[in-house]
């Protein structure tokens, strides 16, 4: 309130509005890599991962998964796999997560596999690992065989190869499998368990 006292002549008097404004912040978990842009300019994640909005702006963000790697999803305040639309009315947190993955799932560990029998080393994959991955059999934690140098990696996502355990392999309870990317050391797993 502005109050006038002993008033003897005209005056003018400004009443001056601003408009809220609020904080957009962008986070990029995961194992991947990306960035996530804005429409309108502000933000750049990795660089620049906030920016301040007048309100009742919209905000359009989108998340660009670096080669290796793939956008799997927003959470906070967007979710699913497609553009971020958001109507600045508070301050909102918002995460794109950026996968970047290659996960053992046969054996992971409580499986018996016998000597001179076949089976198969099976896995899943996020992003782009290349085109082939090195399988390696591993005794209490010291590297006992590489199984292949160059099994292809599969398509859409999963992949197997399918290996013969050699007749001469000492019997142990302590084996684990490691898979690893031949063209991205990043890419590698190794059996949850025994």
């Not at 305040?77 to 009315?89: E, K, N, Q, R």
Request: include cysteine; charged fraction near 10%.
């Amino acid at each position: 309130a502005y109050s006038f006292t002993n008033v003897t002549a005209d005056h003018t008097l400004s009443a001056i509005f601003m408009i809220n404004r609020h904080t957009i912040t962008v986070s990029t978990p995961g194992t991947g890599t990306g960035t996530v842009a804005s429409v309108p300019a502000g933000i750049s994640c990795g660089a620049d991962c906030s920016e301040v909005y007048d309100f009742g702006t919209s905000v359009t963000l989108t998340a660009i998964p670096d080669a290796d790697s793939v956008f799997t999803g927003w959470s906070g305040a967007c979710s699913g796999t497609g553009s971020c639309a958001l109507i600045v009315g508070s301050d909102q947190t918002v995460s794109a997560t950026f996968s970047r993955a290659i996960t053992l799932t046969n054996p992971n560990g409580g499986e018996n596999w016998y000597r001179g029998t076949a089976y198969d080393i099976s896995w899943t994959y996020a992003g782009n690992p290349g085109a082939t991955v090195r399988i390696e059999l591993f005794k209490e934690g010291v590297l006992q065989l590489e199984i292949t140098s160059n099994a292809a990696i599969g398509s859409n996502g999963t992949g197997y190869y399918n290996w013969h355990i050699p007749k001469n392999e000492w019997g142990s309870s302590a084996y684990t499998i490691r898979i690893t990317s031949t063209t991205n050391s990043s890419f590698i797993d190794v059996s949850d368990g025994p």
